[in-house]
């Protein structure tokens, strides 16, 4: 191997050493039906691209196995009869949870819960100190709201965690930065108001993609204006 790229490997695997990678099968089943294009084939090409890396990279990240949020820790930022309702239809199994882009199916729920939880175990091991970084493959559902579903979202990871680090990391701000081709708007508007969250976001014109979002003068709301950053 050229001695560049044995430096490369070397930074490279260095930086690894400081991310939690979450993996588990548990994530595979946050997958709508066929032929949904949000499906566990998303996950599970990521697992397998992980596989080639370098063994000296792969066995440099931390790997943290899948974990099931609370109904009380899914209730930091929604709404309990929306919970309720969840889970509900994840025991019927049929049916949307919103106008039409998020069905339910059997499961549905356990699923939703497993994302947020990740991401939430996530954020406890960077608290703690042992890693500087993490990764949920499965995350980032940050269309949904308070009370609803949106988006092939059914619960909102990104926000969830917001409120874990505020109400029980006790933290006094947090710096949310979203690079998703789709405007979080799960995450800006419900935080609008909201100074303790500095919200910035990179996406796709509103005009021309979901959820229609997103423009450069929604710059926030009463306390929370000026805090939110939003570059279409």
Not at 36 to 44: K, L
Not at 79 to 99: C, P, Q, T, W
């Amino acid at each position: 191997m050229p001695i560049n790229s044995c430096l490369c490997l070397k930074r490279l695997t260095a930086m690894l050493t400081t991310v939690a990678l979450v993996r588990g099968p548990e994530l595979l089943k946050y997958s709508f039906p066929a032929p949904h294009p949000m499906n566990f084939r998303r996950v599970e090409s990521f697992y397998k691209k992980i596989d080639t890396l370098p063994k000296e990279m792969w066995d440099a990240l931390k790997i943290i196995a899948p974990k099931m949020a609370t109904i009380e820790e899914i209730a930091l930022f929604h709404d309990i009869d929306y919970i309720e309702f969840v889970k509900k239809k994840s025991a019927e199994g049929r049916g949307y949870l919103d106008s039409g882009d998020t069905p339910s199916f059997p499961g549905i729920f356990e699923a939703a819960c497993y994302v947020v939880g990740s991401t939430l175990e996530l954020c406890r091991i960077i608290l703690s100190g042992n890693v500087k970084r993490g990764f949920n493959p499965m995350g980032g559902l940050h269309h949904a709201r308070r009370s609803a579903a949106s988006g092939f979202c059914v619960f909102n990871d990104p926000a969830t965690a917001i409120m874990y680090l505020l109400k029980v990391a006790g933290l006094d701000a947090v710096a949310y930065v979203d690079i998703d081709a789709h405007h979080g708007d799960g995450v800006c508007y419900e935080f609008y108001d909201d100074k303790r969250v500095v919200f910035a976001d990179i996406h796709q014109d509103g005009r021309t993609l979901y959820p229609g979002t997103g423009f450069r003068h929604e710059r926030g709301r009463g306390e929370g204006e000026g805090f939110k950053l939003n570059i279409p």
